[in-house]
């Protein structure tokens, strides 16, 4: 009986060994197309790093690069900060005893046109300087005792003031132009330098020094000089009147002032009445042509307010030499 029935089993064992192979089989190429998709998925992966390193590298090439060139900026900076400059001013060279050149604008002289055109523009005319200087000053000049002298005198309206006045004086202007045009218009007018002119005359010699809307042009170190060599040529009784912009006027001092490219900076008139008593000077300060009078508003803050935005656009300081 059991030898009947064996056949049946190893029938049903046969089947069942081929079932699993089948599932064996299956599972081999299951594995086999995961295996092959894991590969290409890691072949992709591969290229997109490699991709991504490549790119990577290449930017951090460029900043390398880019950090090489600031470097390089930074250091021929540190070489032109380092390296002895000459000052750009009038100063008097302390190796030669010479004026040394300066770069100013006054001293660059294809300008000299540009800036009669645009003190034309921007100044104003000739007859309304020369009414200012005749209203606001004439009279400090009427008992003057020897020649004045008009520093920076431009196309020379305080020149023909002086003259209409018969007050001898002499102007000097760096601008050959304009001490041309002063010239043919028949007044005293030499181009050259201020302070070499000054330490050229005699001491106590001259009756009064003028300079409207100049030392804003000239910088501090030169101006000291120019203020020195002033005390020196003046007479004792004599005097020195420098007008400029005045920059406690907001809209001059934030914006009008530096219309004009040749100006170094605006000097608050109390800066520039020490800078003159220092030197020896007893000086005063004279505000001049207030865009309106004061606001007669009872609110204080809106008179002072008032003031900085319509008050004086200019002043003058006085300086005499007891």
Same mark, same amino acid.
């Given at each position: 009986?059991?030898?009947?029935?064996?056949?049946?089993?190893?029938?049903?064992?046969?089947?069942?060994?081929?079932?699993?192979?089948?599932?064996?089989?299956?599972?081999?190429?299951?594995?086999?197309?995961?295996?092959?998709?894991?590969?290409?998925?890691?072949?992709?992966?591969?290229?997109?790093?490699?991709?991504?390193?490549?790119?990577?590298?290449?930017?951090?090439?460029?900043?390398?690069?880019?950090?090489?060139?600031?470097?390089?900026?930074?250091?021929?900076?540190?070489?032109?900060?380092?390296?002895?400059?000459?000052?750009?001013?009038?100063?008097?060279?302390?190796?030669?005893?010479?004026?040394?050149?300066?770069?100013?604008?006054?001293?660059?002289?294809?300008?000299?046109?540009?800036?009669?055109?645009?003190?034309?523009?921007?100044? =104003?005319?000739?007859?309304?300087?020369?009414?200012?200087?005749?209203?606001?000053?004439?009279?400090?000049?009427?008992?003057?005792?020897?020649?004045?002298?008009?520093?920076?005198?431009?196309?020379?309206?305080?020149?023909?003031?002086?003259?209409?006045?018969?007050?001898?004086?002499? =102007?000097?202007?760096?601008?050959?132009?304009?001490?041309?045009?002063?010239?043919?218009? =028949?007044?005293?007018?030499?181009?050259?330098?201020?302070?070499?002119?000054?330490?050229?005359?005699?001491?106590?010699?001259? =009756?009064?020094?003028?300079?409207?809307?100049?030392?804003?042009?000239?910088?501090?170190?030169?101006?000291?000089?120019?203020?020195?060599?002033?005390?020196?040529?003046?007479?004792?009784?004599?005097?020195?009147?420098?007008?400029?912009?005045?920059?406690?006027?907001?809209?001059?001092?934030?914006?009008?002032?530096?219309?004009?490219?040749?100006?170094?900076?605006?000097?608050?008139?109390?800066?520039?009445?020490?800078?003159?008593?220092?030197?020896?000077?007893?000086?005063?300060?004279?505000?001049?042509?207030?865009?309106?009078?004061?606001?007669?508003?009872?609110?204080?803050?809106?008179?002072?307010?008032?003031?900085?935005?319509?008050?004086?656009?200019?002043?003058?300081?006085?300086?005499?030499?007891?």
């Amino acid at each position: 009986m059991t030898i009947r029935r064996l056949p049946s089993r190893a029938k049903n064992t046969f089947k069942s060994l081929a079932r699993i192979n089948r599932i064996i089989h299956d599972q081999q190429k299951q594995l086999t197309q995961a295996r092959a998709a894991s590969e290409n998925l890691f072949s992709d992966l591969k290229k997109s790093v490699d991709v991504y390193i490549s790119s990577q590298e290449q930017r951090f090439e460029n900043y390398e690069t880019k950090i090489r060139e600031v470097d390089r900026i930074e250091d021929k900076l540190a070489s032109l900060l380092s390296q002895k400059l000459e000052p750009i001013s009038l100063a008097t060279s302390k190796e030669t005893g010479e004026r040394t050149t300066s770069s100013l604008l006054a001293n660059n002289h294809s300008f000299d046109k540009f800036y009669i055109e645009f003190e034309n523009k921007f100044r =104003g005319n000739e007859e309304l300087i020369y009414d200012r200087q005749k209203n606001d000053h004439l009279k400090r000049f009427k008992n003057i005792q020897g020649k004045v002298l008009d520093i920076g005198c431009g196309r020379g309206e305080f020149l023909k003031l002086m003259k209409d006045n018969e007050i001898k004086a002499v =102007g000097i202007d760096l601008n050959e132009n304009m001490v041309k045009r002063c010239q043919d218009q =028949g007044f005293e007018a030499v181009f050259g330098d201020a302070v070499e002119y000054l330490e050229k005359s005699k001491p106590n010699s001259l =009756g009064a020094i003028t300079g409207f809307h100049i030392v804003e042009h000239i910088p501090f170190e030169d101006l000291m000089e120019l203020f020195e060599s002033c005390y020196r040529a003046t007479a004792r009784g004599g005097f020195v009147l420098f007008e400029t912009p005045n920059p406690e006027n907001l809209i001059v001092g934030s914006c009008q002032f530096y219309y004009d490219p040749s100006h170094l900076r605006p000097i608050p008139p109390a800066v520039l009445q020490f800078m003159l008593e220092f030197v020896g000077f007893k000086a005063e300060i004279v505000r001049l042509h207030p865009i309106k009078q004061d606001s007669s508003h009872e609110d204080p803050v809106v008179q002072e307010l008032s003031h900085q935005v319509f008050g004086p656009m200019d002043y003058a300081v006085v300086a005499k030499k007891l």
